[in-house]
């Protein structure tokens, strides 16, 4: 009898020694509970999760404390099995990683639903998938991330039927796209993780949008993969706050994989900003990337397909297209081939990119493979080639920006400035779509020879896409800037505030001879004017790129001012930007401006990318 009343108090003893540990603060402030709760630290030293929805905490006071949001979900799990069954089928990942910190004598997890979910997925392993920018959407000029769920039985082939999870913004169907900028860029969308077929999202940004993907297989044990999803069910009503710079997609993608393991630290680092291409950099530093696999875009094919056919087979093609009867001429049995298919992928491109009719084109469709399907030929069109660099070998996308400048009727000034994001025309191309602009928060000040200071030029967005014409694409371009700079006036520099846009036609290769001419629309208010400014005029530019290092470039502009002070203004550069390496350049230039007066500028700048 003495011994069992001196086992049960051994037993009362270390149960209380346990609830004394569940108010542990170390395991409060653990990285792993603060990550299973998305905690972040305030600029008070306070805890905040970045989850909005009260049912995702089970404290009232959960969102802003750890601990007490700790101890209410030991309570939930320990105050009976009812309470446990329903508390650790809700919070599964919670459940599992505390039974292992705990080691009390907690049941395994039974949760008929999750067990169901989980047969389903069949879930083996990760991979990152990074769509590149798409130039003409708001919320994709940076590029997009999500996770496909790999299945143990998937092959190559079944790719395309496997789960993908994503992080996206739930904007107001009445915005449009420049209300859908603006609530973007703070945060009033709710985002929400959800479960899709990948192939949904293959067809949306391959095809519909026409942008290339990159598909990261990562270093992640099964087991891990599980961890990972036992979070993602805990999330799937969970909604915050959503943030185009930094709280995006892939910023949340990232708080989701670092659940895998206990010591991964994969969002610490993105306290201002998180671009796409920066976050998989970030895995590759984990050493958690494999090589990527690339998938061509339906644009990217088809402009390749198009280079393997003369102006006449193109022709011939298109003529086919219009339901017109094929013109077999002199052509080979390959050439005959390469029209048929080049017209069905055409025309099939079309179909989707201008929301052509079904019933008038599906008929025509039908018509060409069954022409080409007499022919028992291997297709002759090669596919295209894997670009030499993906994403995350690009240069960072923050850069720092040391300059000298001599002006002809200025002080000489040393200038210090600061990009936040992402990429500009004469950067290092590497990783880049070629053509494309995004700066974003562009700040430059200077610090003139008899040690005056002054902000050069604060740039909120300077966004520009040079889509050129080919045989196959008719394409438009564009631009966007807007923000304040200082400009040529009585022996000074007067301040502006602009905003600018243009339109027109880009000629060439980006990868290496472009040329581009916009017309162009501005608005101007400040000192530089004494009233309200409407400027009309253009622009244009070529630039060569030599090689990846190596980028040349001429541009300039004019525009008309409706202005009493001066008729107009103008301005011409000639650039050269050396990349050093990845993340350093050596940039040059020569420059004209003329508003009120004039001035000749010649400038060095050293670019540190991070």
């Known amino acids: ?11 009362l003893f270390s149960t209380h020694l346990s609830a004394k540990s569940f108010d542990n603060s170390a395991l409060a402030t653990h990285p792993y ?6 905690y972040r630290s305030t600029t008070l030293s306070n805890w905040k999760s970045e989850v909005d929805s009260a049912g995702f905490f089970l404290s009232p006071t959960g969102k802003v404390n750890p601990i007490d949001e700790l101890n209410a979900t030991i309570n939930a799990f320990n105050r009976n099995q009812t309470s446990l069954q329903k508390y650790s089928c809700q919070f599964p990942a919670r459940y599992t990683w505390l039974k292992s910190k705990i080691k009390n004598n907690w049941p395994a997890l039974n949760c008929s639903e999750l067990q169901a979910w989980q047969q389903i997925i069949n879930p083996q392993g990760v991979t990152l998938v990074f769509p590149t920018a798409f130039m003409n959407s708001p919320s994709s000029m940076f590029g997009h991330t999500l996770l496909r769920i790999d299945a143990k039985d998937q092959t190559r082939n079944k790719e395309l039927i496997a789960f993908a999870v994503n992080f996206a913004a739930e904007p107001d169907a009445s915005d449009n796209a420049a209300m859908y900028a603006l609530k973007g860029l703070v945060g009033s969308y709710p985002g929400k993780f959800s479960l899709m077929p990948y192939y949904k999202k293959v067809r949306e940004y391959n095809d519909l949008e026409s942008r290339d993907i990159w598909e990261y297989k990562l270093n992640l044990t099964e087991q891990q993969v599980k961890l990972v999803l036992l979070h993602l069910w805990e999330l799937q009503n ?3 706050d959503y943030f185009f710079i930094d709280e995006n997609c892939s910023y949340q993608l990232l708080a989701l994989l670092q659940l895998a393991k206990e010591e991964l630290n994969l969002t610490s680092q993105f306290n201002m900003q998180a671009i796409p291409s920066d976050t998989v950099a970030a895995l590759r530093d984990n050493n958690l990337l494999q090589a990527p696999n690339y998938r061509p875009a339906f644009g990217t094919k088809l402009y390749h397909y198009s280079t393997q056919l003369s102006d006449q087979q193109l022709s011939d093609a298109r003529a086919l297209m219009q339901g017109k009867p094929l013109n077999t001429r002199n052509y080979s049995e ?25 019933e008038e084109i599906a008929p025509r469709l039908t018509k060409l493979l069954i022409m080409r399907s007499k022919y028992a030929v291997p297709s002759p069109l090669s596919k295209p080639a894997k670009p030499n660099a993906s994403p995350e070998q690009g240069h960072g996308s923050s850069r720092l920006l040391v300059k000298r400048v001599h002006n002809s009727n200025l002080q000489h000034t040393t200038n210090l400035a600061y990009r936040l994001a992402y990429h ?19 700040l430059e000040t200077n610090l003139t020879d008899n040690s005056n200071t002054h902000i050069e030029h604060f740039y909120l967005l300077d966004a520009m896409s040079l889509a050129p014409d080919n045989r196959v694409f ?33 000629y060439g290769n980006p990868n290496s001879v472009h040329g581009y001419v916009l017309g162009q629309l501005e608005l101007n208010s400040g000192d530089i004017t004494n009233q309200l400014s409407v400027g009309i005029g253009s622009e244009a530019g070529v630039i060569w790129q030599a090689n990846n290092n190596h980028k040349l470039a001429l541009t300039g ?18 650039v050269w930007n050396y990349a050093v390496s990845r993340n350093v350049a050596l940039r040059s230039q020569i420059k ?17 990318y991070f």
Do not use: C
Not at 33 to 38: A, E
Not at 478 to 503: A, C, E, H, L, V
Not at 557 to 565: E, I, R
């Open 1 to 11: 009898m003495k011994k069992i009343f001196f086992t049960l108090l051994v037993a």
């Open 33 to 38: 509970w603060l990550k299973l709760g998305h």
């Open 238 to 240: 969970a909604t915050f």
């Open 334 to 358: 390959q050439e005959l081939v390469a029209i048929l298919e080049m017209a069905y992928e055409w025309l099939n491109f079309e179909f989707y990119d201008k929301a052509l009719n079904r």
């Open 424 to 442: 500009d025309l004469l950067d290092r191309p590497a990783g880049f779509i070629p053509g494309a602009q995004i700066s974003f928060f562009d």
């Open 474 to 506: 008719d394409s438009y371009s564009w631009n966007i800037k807007m923000g304040f700079d200082r400009q040529p006036s009585q022996n000074k520099r007067s301040g502006r505030f602009f905003t600018k846009g243009g339109y027109g036609k880009s």
């Open 557 to 574: 502009n004019v525009f008309w001012l409706s202005d009493n002070a001066a008729s107009s203004h103008s301005e011409a550069a000639l």
């Open 592 to 608: 004209y401006e003329k508003w009120h007066s004039h001035n000749t500028s010649a400038s060095v700048a050293m670019q540190f």
